[in-house]
């Protein structure tokens, strides 16, 4: 029988994972309708914890106000790249004259940006909430206590960020950084959910001779991980030409991101074989309600979900909703990938 405590950890913990990956989508949104500086400070909105619904409530000169407010933010984050060693970032921020360029007020903009802020402290309380409920395993499992608490660090860190994604004006390198903690937050996710929901399991089979198989499934990973990161250039220079061309020529846009693209288009065919290959061995492998073979089916209907949003957005002029679809999935598939990994070699050693 499993503890009425440790039941309620793995439900909460599932939640999570699943607030976690609203998160991704609301960002998605937030990227795909270009309202990533709907909210020119941070943590508020305008100075205000629930955002104006008109321009008419904002002070005449809160371009200025924000643009010098960014400077300021800006300044301090360069000086710590310095000490940092990293002097050419510093610099890229400190004249990086995008900065400098204030934001027209759109209300569709901002409360777009605001509802994203608001899903992410949800699931800051949904962290905090594994975390205080990863106590009931301090005699048996206490890396689900450590690991639990080191995702609240590492949300932390992530919101902070965000605040740096403001200020830099949506600077290329600290959006991706900024996705990547998203991924490093839901894989620890995974691995305590798993982790927990093995703890109980009194005898565990073992996959015989296939080591090469945990090898795929890893490589598959880090492949997803790398289309991700060229997901998001993609994405920096579709902000460009639009920016380029007043967003106008919307057809034309994916025609001129160049190799970038490109890259990111073969690499997905990639994804798609290797992911493909590892259903094929998990199909062999396992069979009836095994739920490797569940997390396989549920990787085979993602893969597709990705393959035809790819699509609709290559040949129908980047519509914002495949965006938004394509960014979720992406991370949906990483996070099917990383929980494969897990199941593949369970064995009965989980609470050493």
């Known amino acids: 029988m499993v503890p009425t405590s ?10 999570t994972i ?25 943590p508020k909105c305008f100075d205000q914890y629930i955002p104006p619904t008109s321009a008419k409530q904002l002070p005449a000169d809160y371009k200025e106000k924000y643009v010098a407010q960014r400077v300021k933010k800006n300044e301090r984050f360069a000086k710590t790249l310095d000490k940092l060693g990293k002097k050419e970032l510093a610099d890229a921020i400190r004249h990086d004259q995008s900065i400098l360029q204030p934001e027209d007020f759109n209300v569709a903009n901002t409360w777009t940006e605001y509802l994203n802020r608001l899903t992410g402290a ?23 206590i450590w690991l ?6 590492v949300v932390v860190f992530q919101a902070w960020l965000g605040s740096i994604v403001v200020s830099t ?34 005898e565990v089979v073992i996959i015989s001779k296939v080591v090469w198989l945990k090898l795929i499934i890893l490589a598959a990973i880090l492949v997803s991980v790398i289309q991700i990161v060229l997901g998001t250039e993609v994405r920096e220079a579709v902000d460009m030409i639009s920016k380029n061309l007043l967003n106008n020529e919307r057809g034309s846009w994916v025609s001129k991101t160049g190799s970038i693209f490109v890259y990111h288009r073969d690499m997905a065919i990639l994804v798609a074989i290797l992911n493909v290959f590892i259903y094929k061995i998990v199909m062999e492998k396992f069979g009836g309600k095994a ?42 598939l990483f996070t099917l990938q990383f929980y494969l990994y897990l199941l593949v070699y369970r064995t009965s050693t989980y609470n050493q």
């Not at 035809?308 to 999935?329: C, E, R, V």
């Open 6 to 15: 440790e039941r309620r950890f793995i439900k909460l913990n599932f939640a």
């Open 18 to 42: 699943i607030v976690t990956l609203l998160v991704v989508l609301a960002g998605g949104i937030v990227r795909s309708t270009g309202s990533g500086m709907g909210c020119p400070d941070w």
């Open 122 to 144: 949800v699931t800051g309380f949904f962290l905090i909430g594994v975390a205080i409920c990863s106590f009931t395993y301090k005699k048996t499992a206490k890396r689900l």
């Open 148 to 153: 639990s608490i080191l995702n609240l660090f």
């Open 169 to 202: 004006n949506l600077l290329q390198w600290v959006v991706t950084v900024h996705m990547l903690l998203a991924l490093v937050i839901l894989a620890i996710l995974v691995y305590t959910y798993n982790y927990a929901k093995q703890l109980r399991k009194e």
């Open 291 to 332: 739920t490797e073979l569940q997390v396989g089916n549920s990787i085979v209907i993602v893969l597709i979900i990705q393959v035809l949003s790819g699509i609709l957005l290559s040949n129908f002029a980047l519509p914002p909703y495949a965006q938004a679809i394509h960014i979720l999935f992406s991370t949906v």
